[in-house]
T-cell receptor
């Protein structure tokens, strides 16, 4: 029973380039969440998606960041025109669609370094 | 904005000692989760507590959810070097949405 998968594990980009981070949820999970962790800080919520829908994007920066969870395929977090401040670990989590319980299982993360 | 404060922030102890980590908030949570994160890895779920006053045990780890569902504690008995890591509490407000993470407790257990 595979867990949450993320790729790539490490991503290096130069300022101004685009970063695409992928997340495949656990089998049977239809809810996906993206979090960002800056060095020596806790995890901060970015966006919550269900298949083909963005449910809550209150933690997403208004510009350059976007997320999708298509009907087929992984969820994608896209960062356009990256800046050095985007360097962080980005984690994806998934949960099953069970009413009343929101246990989230995390992937290993993608560590983005912007040069 | 719901905030979760963890204490202590850092803890360095010797193998065999006991310790308690606290997670406090002024907000009520539907459930609370504890995770452990090791360097370069994602948070690994340890436990979910749901009912006020609930106590759950996981080998040498004991988790308690406060009666008012605003706070929680994690107690480790006879700590081992393998317990070293970043411990995070995370509260669920009950809207099946984002978790609010605590500030984290970094534990180091030495021989």
């Amino acid at each position: 029973n595979a867990g949450v998968m993320q790729n790539p594990r490490h991503l290096v980009r130069r300022r101004g380039q685009e970063a695409r981070l992928r997340c495949s949820p656990m089998k049977g999970h239809s809810h996906v969440y993206w979090y960002r962790q800056l060095p020596e800080e806790g995890l901060k919520f970015m966006v919550y998606l269900q298949k083909e829908n963005i449910i809550d994007e209150s933690g997403m920066p208004k510009e350059r960041f976007s997320a999708e969870f298509p009907k087929e395929g992984p969820s994608i977090l896209r960062i356009q025109q990256v800046v050095r401040g985007d360097s962080a670990a980005y984690f994806c989590a998934s949960s099953p669609a069970l009413a009343g319980l929101n246990t989230q299982y995390f992937g290993p993360g993608t560590r983005l370094t912007v040069l | 904005t719901q905030l979760l404060e963890q204490s202590p922030q850092f803890l360095s102890i010797q193998e065999g000692e006991n310790l308690t980590v606290y997670c406090n908030s002024s907000s009520v949570f539907s459930s609370l989760q504890w995770y452990r994160q090791e360097p370069g890895e994602g948070p690994v779920l340890l436990v979910t507590v749901v009912t006020g006053g609930e106590v759950k045990k996981l080998k040498r780890l004991t988790f308690q959810f406060g009666d008012a569902r605003k706070d929680s504690s994690l107690h480790i008995t006879a700590a081992q070097p393998g317990d070293t890591g970043l411990y995070l509490c995370a509260g669920d407000p009950g809207t099946a949405s984002k978790l609010t993470f605590g500030t984290g407790t970094r534990l180091q257990v030495t021989l």
